[in-house]
Nanobody
């Protein structure tokens, strides 16, 4: 089982930046996909970005392209989400998750593809 711990959330104004971190521990063998997701109150969980650990290939949701960037630091077993030009609609609980690679060159943004989840870190963007 993989343990995931997120950090870096907080409150910022529109246009601000935050960097979220997701540190993995435990049995990470085989979990080659790490994704960032977010969930706002009353809304479904939404995939934000994913990274295929073995190649570094990334996918970003259209809603965050050009503003958010997912990256990894393999020796530290850490995946980051750099968030720039934040908007009020980015306000949510942000969670990272690990899952199995399913082929195709990239990792998906569907929450059902991920098996291990962190507790989340809250991001609030005020106008």
């Amino acid at each position: 089982q993989v343990q995931l711990v997120e950090s870096g959330g907080g409150s910022v104004q529109t246009g601000g930046s935050l960097r979220l971190s997701c540190v993995a521990s435990g049995s990470t063998y085989g979990r080659s996909c790490v994704g960032w997701f977010r969930q706002a109150p009353g809304k479904e969980r939404e995939g934000v970005a994913s990274i295929y650990i073995r190649t570094g290939s990334t996918v970003h949701a259209d809603s965050v392209k050009g503003r958010f960037t997912i990256s990894q630091d393999n020796p530290k077993l850490t995946v980051y989400l750099q968030m720039n030009s934040l908007k009020p609609e980015d306000t949510a609980m942000y969670l990272c998750a690990a899952g199995w690679y399913r082929g195709g060159g990239d990792c998906g943004l569907n929450p059902t593809e991920y098996t291990d989840w962190g507790q989340g870190t809250r991001v609030t963007v005020s106008s």
